[in-house]
Each structure stands twice: as structure tokens, then as C-alpha cells.
């Protein structure tokens, strides 16, 4: 989550919202790390999960990222949820809750809907102060 957070911050910084990501393999090896870029790149679907699961599906050279690690700072929005699981991530790990578009527990859930053929366990509030805070402030300033 440290890695994430650094990305979030970086994307704050640089007018994107501050979400940051990471994709780690089953030993805990850093294989995708990604940062929102929405602002950044005029596309829609950058996402920190998104481009975080670009990084590791290309570092893996396979889409299938079972027994790998989704973390980041933010809940999921459906596309990024329905993106973790389309690469079959074993396990979705976020800071802050997203109570406007969260599909991983709070508006939505996705992530671990028994009528979907693929689930991840979800490990939710993993440093959500933080990552609230940084969510927060970035916001507070453009008002």
C-alpha cells in the first residue's frame, strides 16, 4: 500500500485524481503499478487499477492474473472491479471506501457476486485514513 500511496499522491500533484495502485504476484513481487491518468492521457478508462493490470499482464505476458494482488487506495468503480475480474485476480486489496461508486462492497459488489463465475477476497480499509486524506484534500482545494 506504501507504493500505492506514493502513486496517488504523484497523480494529485499532476491534476489527476490522487488514486494510486499496484499489482503484486503471489510472492509479493511488485508486477504493475499504475496511477489515475485520466487527466494526463484524455482516456476515460485510465484508471490506476486499470493501468496497474496493463503493467502486470504485460510483465506476466498473460491476461490471467490468478493468485496475483489488486491494491489500491480507492474502492473500485464497476469498470475497475469488472476489469479485476476479467484478469482473474485472486485478491482485491483498498484503502478508502468510495460511497458514490464503489463496487466492491459499498454501492456495489461486484468483486464477490455469487452469480458471477469469478470472485476475489476483498481486504478493505488497508490504511484508509491515509488514502481518505489524500482523496480529501485534492478535493477541498478545487472547490
Known sequence: MDLALDLAAAAGREGDVPVGAVVTDASGRVIGRGRNLREATHDPT???EVVALRGAAASLASWNL???SLVVTL????MCAGAALQSRVSRLVFGAWDDKAGAAG???DVVR???LPYRAEVVAGVREAEASALLRDFFDARR
Request: aromatic content about 6%.
Open 75 to 78: 474502492e473500485p468503480c464497476l
Open 46 to 48: 485510465a484508471h490506476a
Open 106 to 108: 459499498s454501492m456495489y
Open 113 to 115: 457476486d455469487r452469480r
Open 66 to 68: 490468478e493468485g496475483c
